[in-house]
């Protein structure tokens, strides 16, 4: 159980372009979902918080002109880079976290797969 | 939010146990800890969550001393699949975010 899918699982882009990832739990639903960013040998930075039905919480330092997040429902969360540039190359991986879930007294967050983006 | 600080790197062999010791603190009375383990190009996975004492699953143990400052990951007979970094989260009950650090890149070689 708790398994979170991310699709696709590698994109490559042209500058310029924008690029949807998904992120999905398969098996409860997830109330908050989390975007984060993972750069090569470095560790995962929080991007922004999505709530089922609301605005999403971005962190200090992203825009969310350019990542917008959707999270249009339970199992559901999307993350659109608008205009890539080959800076915004990376690994993005989402996390969910839902109701019942609770295991010693947190809600666990599950950790999808990751998204590896390349733009060229 | 609770910083936590761990060794960069560790090295262990096959079939040892390793524990890895993370420091916390500034570690709040709702903290908990957890610890989760990554693969390269994969997200990270839960192994293990506790608030005080000992903890244990199928995989690793969790000690974690009265004071709460610190807390051990105890990996029994490592295989060359426990090659990764190991995360060490704490965050308060509830709905709050997870922050990650550096984490300990474990290498466990034959």
């Known amino acids: 159980g708790a398994v979170v899918s991310q699709h696709p699982s590698w994109v490559i882009c042209k500058s310029g372009t924008s690029v949807k990832i998904e992120c999905r739990s398969l098996d409860f639903q997830a109330t908050t979902m989390f975007w984060y960013r993972q750069f090569p040998k470095q560790s995962l930075m929080l991007m922004a918080t999505s709530n089922e039905g609301s605005k999403a919480t971005y962190e200090q330092g992203v825009e969310k002109d350019k990542f917008l997040i959707n999270h249009a429902s339970l199992t559901l969360s999307t993350l659109t880079v608008t205009s890539a540039h080959p800076e915004d190359s990376s690994f993005y991986i989402c996390s969910a976290r839902g109701p019942g879930r609770r295991t010693v007294g947190t809600d666990t967050q599950y950790f999808g797969p990751g998204t590896r983006l390349t733009v060229l | 939010l609770a910083k936590t600080t761990q060794p960069i790197s560790m090295d262990s062999y096959e079939g040892q146990e390793v524990n890895i010791t993370c420091s916390h603190n500034?570690?709040?009375?709702?903290?908990?800890i957890t610890w989760y383990q990554q693969f390269p190009s994969q997200g990270p996975r839960f192994i293990i969550q506790g608030y005080k004492t000992k903890v244990t699953n199928e995989v690793a143990s969790l000690f974690i001393p009265a004071d709460r400052k610190s807390s051990t990951l105890s990996l029994p007979r490592v295989s060359l699949s426990d090659t990764a970094v190991y995360y060490c989260l704490v965050g308060e009950e509830g709905y709050s975010t997870l922050t990650f650090g550096k984490g300990t890149m474990l290498l466990v070689s034959p």
């Open positions: 500034n570690i709040a009375t709702n903290d908990y």
